[in-house]
C-alpha cells in the first residue's frame, strides 16, 4: 500500500493517493459483504412473539407515514421508551415490504453492515492518531504502519460484526434500535475526529455541530447512548491525547462537552420516566441496591467471558429470584472486576494507557444497562454489548498488529505472518459458524424459547409462556394449555400465563375455567382493559349480561377508546333490550373509529328495530363497504324500505 498521509485518514482526500483510497475502499467493503453473507440465513427466520408482536406485528401507528403517525411516534412511550426515529424506521419498513419478516430483517442486517464499515473505518483512524504527528501536515505514514492499520481496522470490524454476540441485535427485528443507535454513534465519533483534527475554524464547527446532531439522533433511536459524552472524554485521554498532562487546555476541552452532556442528563430523565410509565424498572423494595450492584458486577464479567468463550448464549438470562451477597459468583465477579481496573491503572504507570482507555469504555457504555436502575427480568442480555464490545475488538485487532510487527525481525517472518493470518482467518471462521448456528434460535418464537428452555430447564416460566403464545397463534390449544399450565406450576403469580391460558380456554370453549383463570390474571394485578373485556365476553356467553357490563365498563374506564369493549357492551345492552343504551355505545364506538365495520352493522339492526329504516340502510351499506360479512337474511329485510 501507499504511503499515507496523515491528514487523509482523517477525511482530507486531497492528501491520500487514488489507489490508497481503492485498497482501503476495497478491504473496507469487503468486509461489509462477509458481514452481510453470514447473516444472510435471518432472511428466513420469521417474527418472534417477544417483542415483535408489540413494536411491529400488532402496532397499528406504523402503518402509515401520515400526520397522525409521525406525531405519535414523537409522543409516545409505548413498549416503554422514547425512540421516534426507532419507531419511523419501522413504519418505513411496513411502507416498503408491509408484515414481510424477512424484509424487515434484511434492513437490520444492511444496518449492521454500515456499522460494521464505519467500525472499520473508526478503528483505522484511532489507529493512525496514535502515530501520527499533527503538527506536520505533510507527515507520512511508513508502509509498515500503513498495514497494520489495514490490519488492525479489518479484524476488529469482522470480529465485531461476525462475533455471535451480535446476533440477538440483528435477528431480532424489535432490536432494531440497537442498530440505529450505535449507526449514529458511531458517525458522530466519526465526526468527533474529524473535528479535533480540523485546523480552520469553520471546518472546526462543521464537524462539532455534525458530531452533536448525530448524537441526537442517536438517542432517539435508543437512549443507551447516553453515557457518549464520557466516551468522548476517554478519547481525549487516550489516543486524542488533549487531557494529558502537557495539555494547557484542560477545562476548554471539558467544557467544549457541555451541550453532549446537557443532552444525555436530559434524555437519562426522559427514558427514567418512561420506564416507570410503562412499569419495566424494579423498585428498591423489589431488588435492593446492593443486589442490583452484586448484578452489576456479575454481569460486567459475564459478558467479558461470553466474548472470549460464546456458548450458550440465550435470548434471555433471568434474573435470580433471590441474590445472596455472599455467593461465590458474586464475590469472584467483584474481585475480577477489581483486579482488572488496577492493573489497567498500573498500566498507565508503564505509558500505556490504551488498556485503562478501553476499559473504562467498555464499563461507561455498559453502565445504562447493567441493572443498576433495574429494567425487566434479565440479569443480563447479549444486545447490551453490541457498542461495549468495540474495545475488545479493538484490543483484539491491535494484538495481531502488534504480533505482525514483532516477528518482521525474524528469519522466516512470512512463515511466521502466515500462520497469524491463518489463526486469525480460523478465529474468525468460527466465530462466524457459531453465528449461522445462533441465527436459527431466532428462527420462530418456539425455536427461540425452546433454546431458552434447554439452557435453564425449570428456571424461567416466560420461556414456556412464550411457547404456549406460539401454539395459541396456531391453533394448537390442547399443547398451549399445556405451556401455559408449565409456565403457572414454575410461577403460580405469573399473571399473564393465567390471562393466556384464560383466552385458550374461551377458543376451546371452557367458559367456566376462562372465567376463573380471567379473575386470577385480576387478582394477582394484570388488571388490562383485555382481560376485563374478555372476562365480560364470558359472562355474555353465558348470559350474565349484568356482569358482562360491569366488565365492559371497566375495560372502558381503563382505556377510553377501547373500540371493541364500546361495541361489546353495545350488544349486551341490546340483548337486554336497552336500545338507546346500546345506540349510545355503537356510536361512541364509531366516534373512536370511523372504519369500526362491526359498530357500523350492529347500529343498523338497532335502528331496524326502532323502525329508523333509513338510518338502518346506511349503516348496513357502510358495514358492507367496510367488507363486513351482513346476514344475507338482514339485507332482506331492508330491501322494502330502499328507494
Known amino acids: 500500500m501507499d504511503h499515507l498521509s496523515s491528514q487523509n485518514m482523517m477525511g482530507d482526500k486531497s492528501f491520500l493517493s487514488r489507489q490508497s483510497r481503492r485498497i482501503i475502499w476495497f478491504i473496507g467493503l469487503l468486509v461489509f459483504l462477509v458481514t452481510f453473507f453470514v447473516y444472510t440465513p435471518t432472511l428466513k427466520n420469521g417474527f418472534v412473539n417477544w417483542d415483535d408482536t408489540l413494536y411491529i406485528v400488532e402496532n397499528e401507528h406504523i402503518r402509515s407515514l401520515n400526520h397522525q403517525s ?20 419501522h413504519a418505513l419498513d411496513y411502507a416498503l415490504w408491509g408484515l414481510n419478516p424477512g424484509m424487515h430483517h434484511l434492513t437490520n442486517i444492511v444496518v449492521h453492515g454500515l456499522n460494521t464499515l464505519l467500525v472499520f473505518f473508526l478503528a483505522l483512524r484511532l489507529f493512525l492518531r496514535t502515530k501520527v504527528n499533527y503538527n506536520t501536515l505533510s507527515s507520512k505514514i511508513d508502509k509498515t504502519t500503513s498495514t497494520q492499520a489495514l490490519i488492525v481496522s479489518s479484524v476488529t470490524a469482522l470480529l465485531f460484526s461476525l462475533h455471535p454476540l451480535r446476533v440477538e441485535s440483528v435477528a431480532w427485528a424489535t432490536e432494531r434500535k440497537d442498530l440505529l443507535c450505535a449507526f449514529f454513534v458511531l458517525l458522530s465519533l466519526l465526526s468527533y475526529l ?15 455541530t455534525t458530531g452533536l446532531f448525530l448524537f441526537i439522533l442517536a438517542l432517539m433511536s435508543k437512549p443507551m447512548a447516553v453515557t457518549f ?14 487531557l494529558n498532562r502537557n495539555s494547557t487546555k484542560k477545562l476548554s476541552v471539558v467544557l467544549e462537552k457541555t451541550p453532549f452532556f446537557v ?19 424494579r423498585n428498591l423494595e423489589e431488588l435492593y441496591f446492593i443486589a442490583r450492584l452484586l448484578n452489576a458486577l456479575k454481569a460486567v464479567v459475564f459478558y467479558m467471558i461470553k466474548m472470549i ?29 477489581l483486579g482488572i481496573t488496577g492493573m489497567c491503572v498500573w498500566m498507565i504507570r508503564r505509558k500505556k494507557p490504551l488498556w485503562l482507555t478501553a476499559w473504562l469504555y467498555y464499563v461507561v457504555t455498559l453502565l445504562p444497562v447493567i441493572g443498576i436502575i433495574q429494567v425487566g427480568l434479565h440479569s443480563a442480555a447479549d444486545r447490551f454489548t453490541y457498542l461495549p464490545s468495540l474495545s475488545f475488538s479493538l484490543i483484539f485487532g491491535l494484538s495481531v498488529a502488534w504480533i505482525w510487527n514483532r516477528i518482521s525481525v525474524l528469519r522466516h517472518k512470512m512463515v511466521f505472518r502466515g500462520l497469524i493470518l491463518f489463526s486469525t482467518f480460523i478465529v474468525i471462521f468460527i466465530l462466524g459458524y457459531l453465528t449461522i448456528k445462533q441465527i ?34 396456531g391453533g394448537k390449544l390442547d399443547e398451549a394449555v399445556s405451556e401455559f399450565e408449565h409456565a403457572i406450576a414454575l410461577s403460580p403469580n405469573y399473571a399473564p400465563a393465567h390471562y393466556n391460558l384464560g383466552n385458550t380456554y374461551v377458543r376451546k370453549g371452557m367458559l367456566d375455567k376462562a372465567i376463573s383463570e380471567f379473575k386470577r390474571a385480576i387478582a394477582l394485578g394484570f388488571n388490562t382493559a383485555d382481560v376485563h373485556n ?98 344475507n337474511g338482514f339485507l332482506d329485510l331492508l330491501k322494502p324500505y330502499r328507494n
Open 70 to 89: 409521525l406525531s405519535w411516534m414523537f409522543t409516545t412511550f409505548h413498549a416503554g421508551f422514547w425512540f421516534p426515529l426507532t419507531w419511523f424506521s
Open 194 to 208: 474529524s473535528y479535533t483534527s480540523s485546523t480552520h475554524g469553520k471546518s472546526r464547527w462543521f464537524w462539532f
Open 229 to 242: 459524552p464520557v466516551v468522548l472524554l476517554l478519547l481525549d485521554f487516550y489516543p486524542l491525547k488533549r
Open 263 to 281: 443532552l444525555s442528563i436530559i434524555f437519562s430523565v426522559l427514558a427514567i420516566i418512561t420506564q416507570k410509565t410503562g412499569g419495566a424498572i
Open 309 to 337: 468463550w460464546p456458548v450458550q448464549l440465550v435470548p434471555l438470562y433471568r434474573l435470580p429470584s433471590v441474590i445472596y451477597p455472599l455467593d461465590l459468583h458474586y464475590l469472584l465477579s467483584g474481585g475480577a472486576v
Open 440 to 473: 436459527k434460535i431466532w428462527q420462530n418464537s418456539k425455536t427461540m424459547w425452546s433454546s431458552v428452555i434447554k439452557a435453564f430447564p425449570e428456571m424461567v416460566p416466560e420461556a414456556y409462556y412464550g411457547i404456549g403464545l406460539f401454539y395459541y397463534e
Open 534 to 631: 374478555n372476562l365480560g365476553g364470558c359472562y355474555g356467553h353465558k348470559d350474565r349480561l349484568d356482569e358482562a357490563i360491569s366488565e365492559f365498563k371497566q375495560a372502558i374506564d381503563i382505556n377510553p377508546n377501547f373500540e371493541d369493549a364500546c361495541v361489546n357492551i353495545g350488544l349486551t345492552y341490546y340483548r337486554k333490550g336497552e336500545l338507546d343504551k346500546a345506540i349510545y355505545e355503537y356510536k361512541k364506538a364509531i366516534s373512536i373509529n370511523p372504519d369500526a365495520a362491526r359498530a357500523h352493522y350492529n347500529l343498523a339492526v338497532v335502528y331496524y328495530d326502532k323502525k329508523y329504516y333509513q338510518r338502518a340502510i346506511k349503516h348496513c351499506n357502510r358495514a358492507v363497504d367496510l367488507g363486513y360479512s351482513v346476514h
